[in-house]
T-cell receptor
Framework: AQSVAQPEDQVNVAEGNPLTVKCTYS??????LFWYVQYPNRGLQFLLK??????LVKGSYGFEAESNKSQTSFHLKKPSALVSDSALYFC???????????FGGGTRLMVKP | ETGVTQTPRHLVMGMTNKKSLKCEQH?????MYWYKQSAKKPLELMFV???????ENNSVPSRFSPECPNSSHLFLHLHTLQPEDSALYLC??????????????FGEGSRLTVL
C-alpha cells in the first residue's frame, strides 16, 4: 500500500529566508511524486511533479523539490520565501501500476514579514 | 472557462434537506473524483469515476450519492446529512491510465455547512 508522511503540521519562516517542507513516502518501485498548494478557501493547485531523471525538479512560483530515492523523500524548497507563499502544502505519490494518488496530511506554511 | 468548475461555492442545509453539488471539467479528462476535506483531517477520497463508471467508493455513507452522467460532469447528491458532514468538498479530474502520471486538477471546492 502507498503512504505519504508530512512530519510537520506547520512550518514557520521569515520572509526572505529559505524554506523546506518535508515529505517522505512508502511506495513500491519508482513512483511519480507531486506537490500541491492550497490557499484559503480554494482548491488544490498543482505545483510540480517528479517523473524520472534529474532529481531536482522546478515548478511554479519559484518552488523546487528534490527526490531522494535512498531516503524516499521529496522535500519542497524555495530559496527565498514570500509572505504570499503562506498556504497549505500537500505532497502526493502515485505508483506506476496505475493506482490512485495518495496524499499526505498537509503542512501549513506561515511566512512572516 | 477554468479547468474544473464547482457549484455552488457555499451551501448551508438542514439535516432533512436534499441538495446537490455539481462539478464540470473542461480539460477533456476521462476520470473525475470527489474528495472531502475537514478542518482536522487530511483529504479523504470519496468516489472515483473513470469513463463514467464508478471505480472506487471508499466506504462512504449512503447519504452521499454520486452521479456521473458523462465524462465532463459529476454530481454529489446529499440527503439527511449530519453536522459532522460539514466540510469542503473538492472535485478533481485527471487523465486516468496506467501509463499517465495521473496528476489531479481540482476545482475551487464547495463549502458545505449542515445545521
Amino acid at each position: 500500500a502507498q503512504s505519504v508522511a508530512q512530519p510537520e503540521d506547520q512550518v514557520n519562516v521569515a520572509e526572505g529566508n529559505p524554506l523546506t517542507v518535508k515529505c517522505t513516502y512508502s511506495v513500491s518501485g519508482n513512483p511519480y511524486l507531486f506537490w500541491y498548494v492550497q490557499y484559503p478557501n480554494r482548491g488544490l493547485q498543482f505545483l510540480l511533479k517528479y517523473i524520472t531523471g534529474d532529481n531536482l525538479v522546478k515548478g511554479s512560483y519559484g518552488f523546487e523539490a528534490e527526490s531522494n530515492k535512498s531516503q524516499t523523500s521529496f522535500h519542497l524548497k524555495k530559496p527565498s520565501a514570500l509572505v504570499s507563499d503562506s498556504a497549505l502544502y500537500f505532497c502526493a505519490v502515485r505508483d506506476r501500476a496505475g493506482n490512485m494518488l495518495t496524499f499526505g496530511g498537509g503542512t501549513r506554511l506561515m511566512v512572516k514579514p | 472557462e477554468t479547468g474544473v468548475t464547482q457549484t455552488p461555492r457555499h451551501l448551508v442545509m438542514g439535516m432533512t434537506n436534499k441538495k446537490s453539488l455539481k462539478c464540470e471539467q473542461h480539460l477533456g479528462h476521462n476520470a473525475m473524483y470527489w474528495y472531502k476535506q475537514s478542518a482536522k483531517k487530511p483529504l479523504e477520497l470519496m468516489f472515483v469515476y473513470s469513463l463514467e463508471e464508478r471505480v472506487e467508493n471508499n466506504s462512504v455513507p449512503s447519504r452521499f450519492s454520486p452521479e456521473c452522467p458523462n465524462s465532463s460532469h459529476l454530481f454529489l447528491h446529499l440527503h439527511t446529512l449530519q453536522p459532522e458532514d460539514s466540510a469542503l468538498y473538492l472535485c478533481a479530474s485527471s487523465q486516468y491510465s496506467g501509463t499517465n502520471t495521473g496528476e489531479l486538477f481540482f476545482g475551487e471546492g464547495s463549502r458545505l455547512t449542515v445545521l
